[in-house]
């Protein structure tokens, strides 16, 4: 009798696990098809010379998202890489050798770079120098509402709960038809395609990269997950203001969510994999939950990579860059 009992506990517990698990990637199977898109539609895309540096041509892009919009982005190539790697002393070079995937460009690897929730496509120029010098170009583009698209009174978080959801779709095939820009362009190696998003960046790169798998190299900085946590604890005026306007239209917080699940970074992460994802936060962090932050790199599946900073939501630059080129380095060296 004692054995039976414990064969039905166990067996509970089993179904229970596996019951969770299927809950869990749930998720992620029923709403994967909500980023999909008509690749066949034309890109449209321009591209035209805004700046030239010692390391690298700068293009202000344009091309066709769904929903009608336009996507403007900055796109940085490379050049005098190996001039640059001369010109370095001999311990600087070395340092130089374990960051960099090749000096033999074009074709160059690409990271594609998306800003966090205040800023626009102009963040990148402070990270595309250092990355050119490294042989890496850069695409980054204006997230929805941001930079050229900004509208007055619009935010990817909206005081409509089912417009940020909405919006969020839209940001994620944004970065898609960007991927498709890039494949279009002979200088850009495809087989070596990196992410790295920072803060929204990093939510809206959570469910990107897990529903596109052509980003072979993930990064993902000042992200967090579980919405639930996010929206009743962060503390950004952004989403204290979605939250307010949630209650006053009548909504719990909990509906809220249910509403959100589809494109909460917990419930996409986990699907990166195989393809190896770092993750960067702050100690100290003023803005996201504590508790959200791991959750999210408790959610992340191997191979994967966790580094805190002891800083707030705003991560030491310099300490970022390195950290990120070395990430690159290791997993793009075999693509």
């Known amino acids: 009798m004692k054995r039976a009992i414990k064969t039905a506990?166990?067996?509970?517990?089993?179904?229970?696990?596996v019951v969770l698990r299927a809950s869990s990637a749930t998720v992620f199977d029923e709403h994967k098809a909500d980023f999909n898109y008509d690749k066949s539609q034309p890109l449209n895309s321009?591209?035209?010379?805004?700046?030239?540096?010692?390391?690298?041509?700068?293009y202000l892009v344009y091309?066709?998202?769904?929903?009608?919009?336009?996507?403007?982005?900055?796109?940085?190539?490379?050049?005098?890489?190996?001039?640059?790697r001369d010109s370095l002393d001999p311990?600087?070079?070395?340092?130089?050798?374990?960051?960099?995937?090749?000096?033999?460009?074009?074709?160059?690897?690409v990271i594609f770079f998306m800003h966090w929730l205040q800023s626009d496509k102009s963040l990148a120029d402070n990270f595309a120098g250092k990355w050119a010098q490294?042989?890496?170009?850069?695409?980054?583009?204006?997230?929805?509402?941001?930079?050229?698209?900004?509208?007055?009174?619009?935010?990817?978080?909206e005081t409509d709960i089912t417009d940020t959801r909405n919006n969020l779709v839209q940001q994620v095939i944004d970065c898609r038809r960007g991927v498709d820009f890039l494949e279009t362009r002979k200088d850009i190696d495809m087989n070596r395609l990196g992410y790295f998003g920072i803060s929204m960046g990093s939510l809206s790169g959570a469910i990107t990269t897990a529903v596109d798998?052509?980003?072979?190299?993930?990064?993902?900085?000042?992200?967090?997950?579980?919405?639930s946590t996010v929206f009743s604890k962060a503390d950004l005026p952004e989403f204290k203001k979605t939250v307010e306007e949630i209650k006053a239209k009548g909504f719990t917080l909990e509906k809220a969510m249910e509403i959100l699940k589809p494109v909460d970074?917990?419930?996409?992460v986990g699907h990166i994999s195989p393809?190896?994802?770092?993750?960067?936060?702050?100690?100290?962090?003023?803005?996201?939950?504590?508790?959200?932050?791991?959750?999210?790199?408790?959610?992340?599946?191997?191979?994967?990579?966790?580094?805190?900073?002891?800083?707030?939501?705003?991560?030491?630059?310099?300490?970022?860059?390195?950290?990120?080129?070395?990430?690159?380095?290791?997993?793009?060296?075999?693509?």
Request: charged content about 25%; glycine content about 8%; aromatic content about 12%.
């Open 275 to 335: 393809r190896p994802v770092l993750m960067i936060n702050g100690k100290k962090d003023e803005i996201f939950p504590y508790e959200a932050m791991e959750a999210l790199h408790n959610a992340a599946n191997e191979p994967k990579a966790v580094q805190w900073y002891n800083c707030g939501h705003i991560l030491p630059v310099p300490d970022t860059i390195m950290l990120t080129l070395k990430w690159f380095k290791f997993h793009m060296k075999n693509k």
């Open 213 to 227: 798998d052509r980003f072979k190299v993930v990064v993902l900085a000042d992200g967090a997950g579980d919405f």
């Open 91 to 109: 311990k600087s070079r070395e340092g130089y050798d374990k960051r960099t995937v090749e000096l033999d460009g074009p074709p160059w690897p």
């Open 63 to 84: 091309y066709d998202s769904v929903n009608g919009e336009r996507i403007p982005a900055f796109l940085f190539i490379p050049k005098d890489v190996k001039k640059f």
């Open 265 to 268: 970074p917990v419930e996409y």
């Open 46 to 58: 321009t591209a035209k010379v805004v700046e030239e540096s010692a390391y690298y041509t700068k």
């Open 9 to 17: 506990v166990l067996s509970l517990l089993i179904l229970g696990t």
């Open 134 to 157: 490294y042989g890496y170009a850069l695409l980054a583009i204006d997230g929805v509402f941001k930079g050229e698209r900004a509208k007055p009174g619009r935010s990817i978080l």
